[in-house]
């Protein structure tokens, strides 16, 4: 059993199109992260929700839309796609704040062209 | 002052050389994580250190957190080819957020 599984594990799209990646954990954490890392493997915080809550936005573009319908999953919509968001996208979760341990799922290699 | 630093960015090493990355921040930091991120896949939780001046081993892995709190440092003894990856150290800022360091690529040549 896949403690954290966000599929699709490879997205290959063009500019301007709208997609979805989706993100389950069964660990019963309560808080659940995206995460960006680009190609030099900055790994960089998006979105944080905590039972179902928003608790961080990090200054991402309103292209990019969160929704966690409840604390097990937390998809992100993007809209309009640009060349820029190509990167690997991680889901991640954890019991209570960020300071406990996060566990991560494989993650979406999304690529615009 | 969120950032956290690490080096080097790259160290390529021959198999049964030794390994050390170092974290360093600009600001105490109330506990650090080290994750590791093996090549095409997602980073794993290794450790995480909490008191000033902390030592822990994981087998061939040693770990530090400084008196000041505002370094670590994970020393791998004799590197094997499965040690290959990416070592990110992590700290919690706010409680709210995990900030990854910037990252060390460890290659072993056989």
């Known amino acids: 059993d896949t403690a954290v599984s966000q599929t699709p594990k490879y997205l290959v799209t063009q500019m301007g199109n709208d997609k979805s990646i989706k993100c389950e954990q069964n660990?019963?954490?309560?808080?659940m992260y995206w995460y960006k890392q680009d190609s030099k493997k900055f790994l960089k915080i998006m979105f944080s929700y905590n039972n179902k809550e928003l608790i961080i936005n990090e200054t991402v573009p309103n292209r990019f839309s969160p929704k966690s319908p409840d604390k097990a999953h937390l998809n992100l919509h993007i809209n309009s796609l640009e060349l820029g968001d190509s990167a690997v996208y991680f889901c991640?979760?954890?019991?209570?704040?960020?300071?406990?341990?996060?566990?991560f799922g494989a993650g979406t290699r999304l690529s615009v062209l | 002052g969120q950032q956290v630093m690490q080096i080097p960015q790259y160290q390529h090493v021959q198999e049964g050389e030794d390994f050390t990355t170092y974290c360093n921040s600009s600001?105490?930091?109330?506990?650090i994580q080290w994750y590791k991120q093996r090549p095409g896949g997602h980073p794993v939780f290794l450790i995480q250190?909490?008191?000033?001046?902390e030592v822990k081993k994981q087998k061939r892995l040693t770990f530090q957190f400084g008196e000041a709190k505002k370094n670590s440092s994970l020393h791998i003894t004799a590197t094997q080819t499965t040690d290959v990856g990416t070592y990110f150290c992590?700290?919690?800022?706010?409680?709210?957020?995990?900030?990854f360091g910037t990252g060390t690529r460890l290659q072993v040549f056989p």
């Open positions: 250190l909490v008191k000033s001046g």
């Open positions: 600001t105490t930091l109330s506990n």
């Open positions: 992590a700290r919690s800022y706010n409680t709210d957020k995990l900030i």
């Open positions: 991640a979760s954890s019991q209570g704040f960020a300071k406990n341990i996060q566990y």
């Open positions: 660990l019963g954490h309560d808080t």
